[in-house]
């Protein structure tokens, strides 16, 4: 870990830990995100943990930049990863079809695996929450074994059903709400990832991990599930 401080505006600093995503980065940045919360306290306006770094937005009329920074050199003191600190656990039951997984094959030929096996790989591995964005409630998750990551489509689509499950690169995600995207979409979740009557809004917060669990069509419609297929949707 090499951590280093670098500008975003006046009142935010950037504090980046990595200059690679790995899953064993997380305990080092839930670490530094609890220090930073405890030594700006209440002059911190947000902190908003990425990949490989943390965003502090403080408050200028409380702290001088100077300040800022003292108080990070602070909290970076004796950083160490605690091992009691774990995020929740969730399993998100997901109906793999190409009605609503159209990359499923093409995911299938890219890597040259069966679709039942490339179902398989990806509902088995447990995935790192390393960060929300995008949409209110989207988890950026990874990582992806290399046989099943894929580029993002040339062409990002106009609409894409709440709840559905894609690859991109190494990262795979669920669409909390119906939006534009460019992901490979294997797959629908009936869970709802984002809810505004929900301490945090989002189902997930960095640090957490999922898990996929494959489910049958009649299991996904008694889920609360929509079946409609994408091209419907559209």
């Not at 505006?9 to 940045?29: S, T």
């Not at 509902?123 to 992806?144: D, H, I, K, T």
């Not at 869970?191 to 809004?201: M, P, T």
Request: charged fraction near 20%; proline fraction near 6%; glycine fraction near 6%.
């Amino acid at each position: 870990m090499n951590l280093r401080v670098e500008v975003v505006a006046l009142d935010c600093l950037m504090v980046r830990l990595f200059d690679e995503i790995a899953e064993a980065n997380m305990p080092w940045m839930l670490a530094a995100s609890e220090s930073l919360r405890a030594a700006f306290a209440g002059h911190l306006i947000d902190l908003v943990p990425s990949y490989t770094t943390l965003m502090v937005h403080y408050d200028l009329t409380a702290l001088s930049p100077v300040q800022a920074r003292e108080l990070i050199a602070e909290a970076s003191i004796d950083l160490s990863p605690n091992a009691c600190t774990r995020g929740k656990c969730h399993v998100l039951p997901v109906w793999y079809d190409l009605s609503v997984g159209p990359e499923l094959s093409l995911l299938s030929q890219r890597s040259g695996l069966a679709v039942d096996e490339v179902i398989r790989r990806h509902s088995e591995r447990e995935y790192q929450v390393f960060a929300l964005g995008f949409a209110p409630g989207f988890a950026f998750m990874g990582l992806v074994e290399e046989a099943l990551a894929a580029p993002r489509l040339n062409t990002p689509r106009k609409k894409v059903a709440a709840g559905s499950v894609g690859i991109a690169e190494r990262q795979t995600a669920a669409y909390p709400v119906v939006s534009p995207g460019g992901w490979n979409l294997i797959g629908r979740t009936p869970a709802k990832l984002f809810d505004r009557e929900r301490d945090g809004y989002s189902l997930m917060q960095p640090g957490d991990t999922v898990r996929f669990e494959a489910v049958s069509h009649a299991e996904f419609i008694n889920l609360g599930g929509d079946d409609t297929p994408l091209e419907a949707q559209a």
